[in-house]
C-alpha cells in the first residue's frame, strides 16, 4: 500500500529538483538567469530540495526497516543505489564529454564515481547512510528517542562549515543523515505534524524569513540544515494528497537519475531552435525533465537487465 501523502511530497521533491537543474544552480549554467523571480524562488527552496527528498527516504525506511539479515539489505542497497550511478553516471559522463553545449565536463577521468558525478552525489551518499544505519539498528541504538536525537544532534553538528572532502560523497553523506534520522524518527516514534493550518502558515513564514529578512543563501550550514528539516516537518503536516504530484512521485528515482538527461537536451535543443521567454524554457524543460525519465522507467521495466542497470530493481520482479 502506498502512502498518497508520501508519494505527493515525492512528486513536490522532484518539481523542485528538475525545476533546480532548468534553471541552474548558478548563472552560468542552466538557463543562465543572473536576477528575477525564476533565480530567487530556486535560491529559496536551496534549503528545502535535497533534504526533503532524504526526510521522506527516511520515512520509508521506517516502514520496512532493517532485520536482522543485513547482508541482503546490504546487497539490496547496493544494487538499488550503486548500479544506476555507475551505469547511468557513467553515461551521463560521456555525453557531456561529447556533446557541445553541455556544463560540467568531467577532468580526471580516473577519479570518475571516487568523486561523484554531479547530482549522482546523492546516490552514493545515501548509501553510506545505509551502511550506518546497520550497527546503530542491530545494536537497537535507534530504538530510543534520545539516542536518535542525539545522533542526530552530532551531525548537525559536523555539518557546520562542511569542511569535508567530496570524497566517495562523504561531504554528502554528513548533510543527509539528519535529514533520513529525522524522517525515520517520525514514522518509528509517530511523532505527529502541525494541524494543516500552522503548518502552512510556518512554512510561509519561515521561507519569508528567509526571502525578506536574510540574502537567501544558506548551503549545508548549521542554519541550513535546521531550516530544512523544519521545512519537511511543516510541508508533512500540510497533508498534502495531490493525485497529479502523487503519480509523479511514485517515479521519484527514475526521475532523480535521468531528469539531467532531458533537461540539459531539451536546453540545447530549444536554444538552436528558437528563442523564448526564460519562462516557456523553464516550462519546457520541467516537463521534458519530468516525462522523459517516466518513460524510460516504463520502457525499462519490460527488460530484466535494464530493470536491473537503470533503475537498480531485481531481476526476479
Known sequence: MRDIRIDTLRGLACI?????????????????????????????????????????????????????????????????????????????????????????????????????????????????????????ELNRL????????????????????????????????????????FGMSIVRFKISPLPILPSLLSFVGIMAAIYFLTDGVYGRSLMGCVIGMLSCYFLLGLKLRVTLLARIGIYSYSIYIFHVFFTAATRIIANKLFSVPDEINFVIGLLFGIMGPIAVYLVAKQYPLGQLLFLGESQKK
Open 16 to 136: 523542485f529538483l528538475v525545476g533546480y537543474h532548468v534553471i541552474g544552480n548558478n548563472p552560468s549554467n542552466g538557463l543562465h538567469i543572473e536576477s528575477g523571480f525564476l533565480r530567487e524562488i530556486n535560491d529559496l527552496l536551496e534549503t528545502v530540495r535535497m533534504p526533503l527528498f532524504t526526510f521522506l527516504s527516511g520515512m520509508v525506511y521506517a516502514y520496512r526497516p532493517l532485520s536482522e539479515n543485513w547482508p541482503k539489505f546490504l546487497k539490496g542497497k547496493a544494487r538499488r543505489l550503486l548500479t544506476p550511478m555507475l551505469v547511468v553516471g557513467t553515461l551521463f559522463a560521456l555525453i557531456q564529454a561529447l556533446v557541445p553545449g553541455t556544463n560540467n565536463k568531467i577532468d580526471n577521468w580516473w577519479l570518475l564515481h571516487i568523486y561523484p558525478v554531479q547530482h549522482f552525489w546523492f546516490v552514493e551518499a545515501l548509501f553510506w547512510v545505509f551502511i550506518l544505519i546497520i550497527p546503530l
Open 142 to 181: 535507534l530504538n530510543s528517542r534520545l539516542v536518535t536525537v542525539l545522533i542526530i544532534a552530532a551531525f548537525l553538528a559536523l555539518a557546520v562549515g562542511q569542511p569535508y572532502t567530496k570524497l566517495l560523497a562523504f561531504k554528502g553523506f554528513i548533510y543527509l543523515t539528519p535529514f533520513f534520522l
